[in-house]
């Protein structure tokens, strides 16, 4: 087993585990705001971070990576919905501001970034068909899409750290050897994921001067043929 495949096997079991401690930390159903964080812990934290992890696993099946993309991606932006709603209607049930902090600023950007990155793949599922009606080849779109992901990437692990340093949180962990331990189990996934995504552009920028080089000896013996 190669060690990208181990970075991959602990990144999906950091990522599950973290999800379900917060989950049950949370104790959903104790009250109105409980359900904020045991939703965000399963929305954002496990289903929208696994649409990209999953995507970039060689070990899913190409034919059905767009799918498991589009499947966990969508339903991570419909809990976190769910998750926006529970801790709005508490705000607003004991008149406290919305957005006020900067945990609750860097969720509702998160929120906004995740609508239009998912209404954003879309055309970049169906990329040969809005080619042809714009013009825009499908390689510019799926660059779009990537610069997106990248956004609300840096959108949601600013909301994630954020809660980390909020009352309730560090109440319900202790702040002590739980508190670290999570933060290490939510991080270090998303540290191995840049690396994969840093590793890929540069393989990939590899690949095209290689190219290059190939078709300028061709065009090389080719002229000297002629």
């Known amino acids: 087993m190669s060690l990208l495949t181990w970075g991959f096997n602990l990144a999906h079991v950091f990522v599950t585990a973290s999800g379900v401690t917060i989950f049950y930390l949370a104790r959903p159903g104790s009250s109105l705001f409980s359900y904020h964080p045991a939703l965000m812990a399963v929305g954002t934290m496990v289903l929208s971070f696994e649409s990209v992890l999953l995507l970039k696993d060689k070990r899913v099946p190409r034919r059905n990576k767009i799918f498991v993309h589009w499947a966990t991606g969508v339903s991570g932006l419909v809990v976190t919905l769910l998750a926006f709603q529970a801790i709005y209607r508490f705000k607003s049930y004991n008149s406290r501001a919305h957005f006020a902090t900067l945990h609750g600023r860097f969720g509702i950007a998160t929120i906004a970034v995740l ?7 879309l055309p970049t599922k169906y990329g040969r068909s809005v080619m042809n009606w714009t013009g825009i080849h499908k390689k510019k779109i799926r660059e779009w899409h990537e610069v997106g992901s990248l956004i609300s990437g840096v959108c949601m692990t600013g909301t994630i750290i954020s809660a980390f340093f909020s009352k309730w949180f ?56 002629k």
């Open 115 to 121: 609508l239009l990155q998912n209404l954003g793949g």
């Open 170 to 225: 560090v109440e319900v962990t202790g702040g002590g050897a739980v508190w670290w331990t999570l933060l290490g189990m939510t991080m270090l996934p998303r540290f191995f994921f840049g690396y994969v995504m840093q590793t890929s552009k540069a393989q990939k920028l590899k690949n095209k001067e290689k190219n290059k080089k190939s078709e300028s000896v061709e065009l090389s013996e080719q002229k000297k043929t």
